[in-house]
């Protein structure tokens, strides 16, 4: 399908499905919307988007990145109607029925783009894991701790270090708790990693470097310094291993 996004009256059409499936859990998706002349603006220079399965937000992520470079007229990574209509578009994949036909579509950041809330854009399901590969396209595995998830799922790694965006574009950071959590083959957590009283948990891992804010300059380090720095709670972590 070519690319689109919609105008001021489909973002809000679109917000009132969402208001409707809260209620009705079994609604219908309305992708007749995808297409529909009054809500709808072709975004040049007229790529087009392919309906396909997406293992995990670093496979999501990449497409995008591919179908989106390029673009013209707009700021991507800011659009609200762009990340609305892709959102409806994946709908199916990002809010699958249960087995009863029934959806939950959860908040409404999740479907459309708060963008001037810092304290909500992250969770965007797609534009999210669109903006961290990007900040890290010279090597998105580096980020692999927030991306290695499947699309519909916004991990404990994502709440506490996606949320600030001084973290989030920060190479070093990343990489070493994509270092510290995720096991060889950066496809699954190290256990204990995302429970909170487990002493050198990411919820340590996040107040620290909040701590140290005011001491390091996190954006003129490498990773190995980061890790060297942190306390003797991240030992277990800081080895090599499944755990």
């Known amino acids: 399908m070519r690319l689109h996004r919609f105008n001021d009256d489909g973002i809000k059409r679109f917000g009132q499905f969402l208001d409707a499936l809260s209620a009705d859990a079994a609604l219908a998706v ?20 392919q309906a396909r399965q997406f293992a995990s937000r670093m496979d999501a992520a990449r497409y995008l990145d591919g179908v989106l470079s390029g673009v013209t007229g707009i700021d991507v990574e800011r659009d609200v109607g762009l990340w609305a209509w892709l959102s409806l578009f994946y709908f199916d994949q990002l809010c699958p029925p249960d087995g009863r036909g029934h959806r939950k579509p959860m908040e409404r950041a999740r479907w459309i783009l708060a963008v001037d809330n810092p304290r909500l854009s992250y969770r965007h399901l797609l534009a999210g894991g669109y903006r961290v590969y990007r ?23 994502w709440f506490q270090l996606a949320s600030r965006m001084e973290q989030v574009t920060n190479r070093a950071i990343i990489e070493a708790a994509t270092d510290l959590y995720l096991q060889q083959g950066g496809t699954k957590a ?27 300059d996190s954006y003129a380090m490498k990773k190995e310094q980061i890790l060297k720095l942190l306390p003797g709670e991240f030992d277990r972590f800081r080895e090599k291993g499944t755990l």
């Open 135 to 157: 900040a890290h396209r010279d090597c998105p595995e580096a980020a692999m701790v927030l991306l290695h998830v499947p699309l519909t799922k916004i991990s404990h790694f």
């Open 30 to 49: 309305p992708t007749d919307l995808l297409e529909d002349a009054p809500y709808v603006v072709p975004v040049p220079p007229g790529r087009e988007v």
């Open 190 to 216: 190290k256990r204990g990693a995302t429970i909170q009283k487990t002493p050198g948990s990411v919820f340590r891992f996040a107040a620290v470097l909040k701590q140290f804010d005011p001491v390091w």
